[in-house]
């Protein structure tokens, strides 16, 4: 599935846009990382770096930091918080964000969704269950002991700054998924593997308004 330009509203359209996400070069976040490598798939060539119209994709990244540039089409990102929303105005193009919290706090957007659900518009192989319970954690806890706790429990470890497509054949290679980043969840619902939330340490690091906020969206 390919289309190379993206229509805005009815009468409007842009050939191409920056695709706007969070980007840590460092450590590389599974959950926004799935921007670089799903959308190029859907849409084609529309992207360029150059660009100043926005597609702010997957991610809790909507707040009052936007760039106030000509456009920014919104597919399925999320609110960061409410104590420092955007200013929607009419260079917003929303076509459905992450989850009922969000559409609430930007004015009742009537689609809800988050944006990695459309991996599944790609075509995936079927993959064996090598995995009993895998765990994903968040990615900035990483360098945790997770490893050694997997190792004792008899869990499966996946590593959230390995690349998109490792991760989410890991995910699906598994029968059930233990997850403190969110997107391990939303990527096993996404291919039915059922989930679970832990909740550790990513408060202390991540406003916790903010993780509880985004898990309840």
């Not at 976040?29 to 529309?46: A, C, R, T, Y």
């Not at 609110?79 to 969000?102: K, N, Q, Y």
């Not at 490893?147 to 991760?167: E, N, W």
Request: proline share 4%; glycine share 6%.
């Amino acid at each position: 599935m390919c289309c190379r330009t993206i229509v805005l509203g009815e009468q409007s359209k842009v050939d191409s846009v920056k695709l706007f996400y969070y980007c840590n070069k460092k450590f590389p976040n599974f959950g926004d990382e799935i921007n670089s490598f799903l959308w190029p798939q859907l849409f084609g060539d529309v992207f360029d770096e150059r660009d100043e119209d926005l597609f702010i994709g997957i991610g809790t990244i909507l707040d009052q930091r936007i760039p106030a540039l000509d456009k920014k089409i919104v597919f399925g990102a999320g609110v960061r918080s409410i104590a420092c929303l955007p200013a929607i105005d009419e260079t917003w193009d929303i076509r459905f964000v992450r989850g009922e919290r969000s559409a609430a706090a930007l004015g009742n957007c009537e689609s809800i969704c988050d944006g990695a659900y459309c991996l599944r518009l790609l075509p995936w192989p079927v993959l064996k269950k090598r995995h009993k319970v895998s765990f994903v954690p968040w990615f900035l806890n990483r360098g945790l002991e997770w490893k050694l706790a997997c190792r004792k429990a008899g869990f499966h470890y996946i590593d959230p700054c390995r690349s998109v497509c490792d991760i989410i054949d890991e995910i699906r290679s598994s029968e059930c998924i233990i997850a403190e980043a969110m997107h391990g969840a939303i990527v096993a619902d996404c291919f039915r593997v059922p989930w679970i939330r832990i909740k550790s340490l990513q408060h202390q690091i991540e406003a916790e308004g903010v993780t509880e906020w985004k898990w309840a969206d």
